[in-house]
């Protein structure tokens, strides 16, 4: 089992682009999480999925983000028109439903 | 709404030393409640968890932490701490039914002097 695997690691982006984020779950999963992760706020929740369906996207800044999970092996999170305060590191988990969380790497975002 | 408060930032131990991480937590029942562990450059890992029974849970590599119902807390403790314990702790709540998502205190780095 190779765990939660989140593309790319690195990202680099210039302030007004477009990032894609990707997610692909351990085997058998039934949610997964994306959470945001900085110094100053430390991890903040952002949206969740289960059994594919949106359950909540509380955390998401409306504007300009975006999570779909189209089927059981992934997930993206789409961030339109990156600004500088969006930098961070962005972390995928996925639960089986026993509420415990496997989290990949992350991938760490920074809009110049 | 559930909250997490870990009201130190860093914490310096010197190896060998014993060790408390402090966890408060602010919630209308009695949640679960979940200390992770995230190493330099690697993703989130869990250390224990607690769901309901004995109020003193143990967890991996030597860690255990006491739930409190009276002073709403789940301090993380640890009797001799080793180099490679040098790392960053969470505590996290969800509420009992699990219909929800996990909320995160922001953190304890601990550091390990020799």
């Known amino acids: 089992n190779a765990g939660v695997i989140q593309t790319p690691r690195h990202k680099v982006t210039g302030k007004g682009q477009e990032a894609t984020l990707w997610c692909e779950p351990i085997?058998?999963?039934?949610?997964v999480f994306w959470y945001r992760q900085t110094i100053v706020q430390g991890l903040e929740f952002l949206t969740y999925?289960?059994?594919?369906?949106?359950?909540?996207d509380s955390g998401m800044p409306k504007e300009r983000f975006s999570a779909q999970m189209p089927n059981q092996s992934h997930s993206t999170l789409k961030i339109q028109s990156t600004q500088p305060q969006d930098s961070a590191v962005y972390l995928c988990?996925?639960?089986?439903?026993?509420?415990?969380?496997?989290f990949g790497h992350g991938t760490k975002l920074s809009v110049l | 709404a559930q909250s997490v408060t870990q009201p130190d930032a860093r914490v310096t131990v010197s190896e060998g030393a014993s060790l408390q991480l402090r966890c408060k937590y602010s919630y209308s029942a009695t949640p679960y409640l979940f200390w992770y562990v995230q190493y330099p450059r690697q993703g989130l890992q869990l250390l224990l968890k607690?769901?309901?029974?004995?109020?003193v849970v143990q967890g991996v590599n030597g860690f255990e932490a006491e739930f409190s119902k009276s002073n709403s807390s789940f301090h993380l403790r640890k009797a001799s701490v080793h180099w490679s314990d040098s790392a960053v702790y969470f505590c996290a709540v969800i509420n009992t039914g699990g219909a929800d998502r996990l909320t995160f205190g922001k953190g304890t780095q601990l550091i390990i002097q020799p």
């Open positions: 988990a996925s639960s089986a439903g026993n509420e415990r969380l496997f």
């Open positions: 607690y769901y309901s029974g004995d109020p």
């Open positions: 999925f289960r059994n594919q369906a949106p359950i909540d």
């Open positions: 085997s058998g999963h039934s949610a």
